[in-house]
């Protein structure tokens, strides 16, 4: 039986007959092993209260702990040792703390438990934010920022600046814009180094009524090309070319530096017309010179002038009409006699007389049929050549509408039976 010593007052109860009744007598019974030894030290009372049947195993040394002393009276303890006496933890690693802990992974945070972070607000019930390791998200301003994405988005910032908006009025510097479509935007100062094109045809205006440009610089040899080549003008030398198509000016100018119109009533001072056809003109101080010809006018206007010279004034008070020259009149022959009519259309003209005798002192008359006269004219007939030099006397008479009358007299002495040619020519007389 092993030795069973007790000091302080549990020797003071040992009155029984046995030392097992004096450890009844207050309240201890101990079974003892073989060689067990129980020891107390120091002069305190050990109170053990238990509720039921009880079993404590000791360590072999150290000291007792109880429920109101800290976790420090342990010894140090491991976060792998601490997470192997927990059965519900999450997560694996070191045991975090509040100040500037160090996660490793992706941290899953739980709504709505977890709903600010540092006085950041989080609002949404599931999403992902990441951020690239020593990557720095930061706001400046008290303002709220929102991103509104449609679908799936990335978007890459510059490293500084301003970022631009879809509605705002902003102004953007050195840009470059590839394929934009521009909708009342206001550029300043922008460069197009292909081309500029509307994102379809006819499909926008270059300025406005009430907002044009001011210039346009084109380069040389630039090319206008309207309607898919229907009208095209090209620059050459200083010379704007109409290709393909026509240019009208409807309005006729009164400028001196106006452009000539072909149906509007303008002066032209000083100008050089070749070979042109004018209809009926108004013809003021005019001077014409070399064998320009003006042709195709009407009864009453000047039909034609061809090698005209004058030192002096040409001067009509009204209209007149004057034809010389083969290539503006006209030549017929007499038929049967003398007195035979002929029909010869122009404002001049050449009739050969039919070579019938014509006695002495005697006069010989024939119509022209001519669509050019009218009655106030004047016929203007003289003896061109053939027969006998002075020897014959012409004139005209019974100017009327679309004819007149021609008469020759025999002045000679005798008998003459030849074909005289004689011409014609036809002045415009006075009008009303």
């Known amino acids: 039986m092993a ?22 007598a207050i309240g201890i019974y101990i079974t003892q092993s073989s060689s067990s030894t129980l020891t107390l030290n120091s002069g305190h009372a050990i109170t ?17 702990a109880t429920t109101s002393l800290r976790l420090d009276q342990f010894a140090a303890t491991t976060s792998a040792q601490l997470a192997g006496l927990i059965s519900d933890e999450t997560g694996t690693g070191a045991l975090v703390f509040a100040g500037s802990p160090t996660f490793t992974g992706a941290p899953v ?111 040389t040899g630039a090319l206008i090309n309207i309607a898919n080549s229907n009208w095209v003008a ?10 393909t198509g026509d240019l009208r000016v409807t309005t006729a100018g009164t400028n001196s530096a106006s452009v000539v119109t072909v149906g509007g009533a303008q002066t032209l001072t000083t100008k050089t017309l ?12 005019g001077t014409f010179t070399g064998s320009t010809s003006f042709v195709t006018l009407s009864a009453e206007s000047i039909t034609s002038l061809n090698d005209v010279t004058s030192e002096g004034n040409i001067i009509s008070q009204t209209k007149f009409k004057y034809q ?48 050019t006269v009218v009655a106030v004219d004047n016929v203007i007939v003289n003896h061109k050549n053939g027969g006998t ?13 679309n004819s007149f009358d021609i ?19 036809i002045v415009g007389g006075a009008r009303d």
């Open 109 to 219: 945070l739980a709504a709505p438990t977890c709903t600010t972070i540092n006085g950041l607000t989080i609002s949404a019930t599931s999403g992902t934010l990441a951020l690239a390791n020593s990557s720095t998200l930061s706001t400046v301003g008290a303002f709220a920022i929102a991103l509104t994405a449609t679908g799936a988005t990335a978007i890459t910032l510059p490293t500084s600046g301003t970022l631009a908006t879809l509605a705002g009025v902003e102004t953007q510097t050195n840009k470059t814009l590839t394929s934009p479509a521009i909708n009342t935007g206001i550029l300043t100062a922008c460069t197009v180094t292909t081309s500029l094109v509307p994102t379809a045809n006819d499909g926008a205006a270059l300025g406005s009524t009430s907002n044009g440009f001011s210039d346009l610089h084109l380069a």
């Open 3 to 24: 030795n069973i010593t007790m000091v302080s007052a549990l020797d003071a109860f040992v009155d029984a007959d046995t030392i097992t009744a004096a450890r009844q």
């Open 48 to 64: 053990f209260v238990t509720t039921g049947a009880t079993n404590i195993t000791l360590p072999t040394s150290g000291t007792v």
């Open 324 to 371: 010389t020259g083969n290539t503006t009149g006209d030549a017929v022959t007499q038929a049967t006699s003398k007195s035979t009519g002929v029909t010869l259309n122009k404002c001049t003209g050449e009739i050969t007389m039919n070579n019938a005798s014509l006695n002495d002192a005697t006069n010989v008359k024939f119509t022209v049929s001519n669509s």
């Open 274 to 285: 070749t070979s042109p056809t004018i209809t009926s003109p108004s013809v003021s101080n």
């Open 407 to 425: 008469s020759v007299r025999n002045v000679s002495g005798g008998a003459l039976g030849e074909a005289i040619v004689l011409q014609f020519s």
């Open 234 to 243: 090209t620059h050459s030398s200083g010379i704007l070319n109409v290709t």
């Open 389 to 401: 030099a002075g020897a014959y006397q012409v004139w005209a008479n019974n100017i009327q509408a």
